[in-house]
Each structure stands twice: as structure tokens, then as C-alpha cells.
């Protein structure tokens, strides 16, 4: 639907569309077990949700929530690879809520079953688990203001961010209530990826190198 409307140019359904879509994507996707594979699929698929989403976002002139949906997509993927096992948050985090968090995935997981064998499943209860699951998950995402305050008046934020036909360049700094963007013609992209695959095809070739040093050496 979010896809629909924004072919139609009806971007403020867009908007609606895909920030309902990005809420239940986030309170869903820390449900999957089945492996790493099967998550990094997923999260391929779901960021071309995100990326519709900043296009819409700057079709709407809402570049404030264009870099809070660029920092969203990365920081649920950052703390997703910060996890442990099972999706239970590494780091400082207080032990009751690691085992609170666990609770909550295994009646989820309960109840996703009792719904799936009813003719006429109600899910009010699930979505309350979820709710909870989600409060109690280590993740917030971060709104502009607060990226604002990170910056003093020496520094500057700079973000790429990738589209189909170009690059932009995102810039924020503590004096400005809008980052400055940038844009990119299309055979500077050409550029820029024919660049980014050169240099990653020298550093595979010269960690072949190192690996065969060591090996060597051993």
C-alpha cells in the first residue's frame, strides 16, 4: 500500500503507510529464530522499507525524519548484532530484564501456537505481550534533537546515504535546526560504487595475502 500511494505521489499516505509498516517490522522481527541466514534475509527486505521511507520523508521536505529513519534502520540493526543469543540484549544490562525478556519470547512463542490451532484466533493478547517485549527491549530511536546535542560547534555529522540514481549527503551540525543535504549526480554514484568495489576487491586480496603469511609462518 505504502508503495501505491507513493507511486501516486500521495506521500503523506505513504508516510502513514510505512511508519505503520516499520512499527510492526520492528516489533515483529525480534521474533525470528530460525537463523542467521533467514535474518539477514529478512533485513535486506525490510530495509527497502526504510529506504522508501527517507524518499518519502524528503519528498514531504521532512529531513529531520529522514536522518531519524536513516539512524532507525541502522541502530535496530547495530543492537540486533550487540545481542546474544536469542535476541537477549548484551552489554549492562540489569539481569531481571534479560530473564523478563526471555519470559515474554517464550509466551509469545506459546501463544503464537495456541492462535495458530483457533478457527478464529484473537490476537489482543499476543499484541500485549509484544507491547511489553518491545518496552522492555534495550532500543529507542533516536530523535534529531538528540542527535543535535551530541555535536559541539567544531563538529559536524556527515551521512551518505545511497538511492537508486545517486547519493546523498546529509549534514547536521548544532547550529542548524535542518541538516544540509547534498546530492549527487547519477555518474557520481557510478563513481562512487565502481570505487567501493575496487577498494573492497583489495582488501579481501590482501587479507588472502596475510592469511597465506601466517599460515606460512605457523
Not at 166 to 190: G, M, R, Y
Request: proline content about 3%; overall charge negative; some cysteine.
Amino acid at each position: 500500500m505504502g508503495l501505491t500511494y507513493q507511486d501516486a505521489k500521495r506521500f503523506n499516505e505513504a508516510y502513514t503507510t510505512f511508519e505503520q509498516a516499520i512499527e510492526t517490522v520492528e516489533s515483529l522481527r525480534g521474533e525470528i529464530v530460525s537463523g542467521d541466514e533467514t535474518k539477514r534475509k529478512q533485513a535486506e527486505e525490510w530495509n527497502k522499507l526504510y529506504h522508501n521511507m527517507v524518499k518519502v520523508c524528503l519528498q514531504l521536505k521532512e529531513d529531520t525524519k529522514a536522518i531519524e529513519y536513516i539512524e532507525r534502520s541502522k541502530t535496530r540493526n547495530l543492537t540486533e548484532l550487540l545481542a546474544i543469543k536469542d535476541i537477549y540484549p548484551a552489554g549492562d544490562i540489569p539481569e531481571n530484564v534479560i530473564s523478563k525478556l526471555r519470559q515474554l519470547r517464550q509466551d509469545i512463542d506459546i501463544e503464537k501456537r495456541r492462535l495458530a490451532a483457533e478457527e478464529k484466533p484473537d490476537s489482543t493478547h499476543i499484541n500485549k505481550l509484544r507491547q511489553r517485549f518491545n518496552e522492555l527491549f534495550p532500543y529507542k530511536p533516536i530523535q534529531f534533537e538528540e542527535i543535535k546535542k551530541l555535536l559541539d560547534k567544531e563538529t559536524a555529522i556527515i551521512q551518505f546515504y545511497i538511492f537508486d540514481d545517486c547519493f546523498k549527503v546529509f549534514i547536521i551540525t548544532c547550529d542548524n535546526d535542518q541538516p544540509i543535504i547534498w546530492h549527487s549526480q547519477a555518474e557520481s554514484l557510478e563513481k562512487l560504487l565502481h570505487w567501493t568495489k575496487k577498494y573492497l576487491v583489495l582488501y579481501y586480496e590482501d587479507k588472502t595475502v596475510d592469511c597465506s603469511i601466517n599460515q606460512s609462518t605457523h
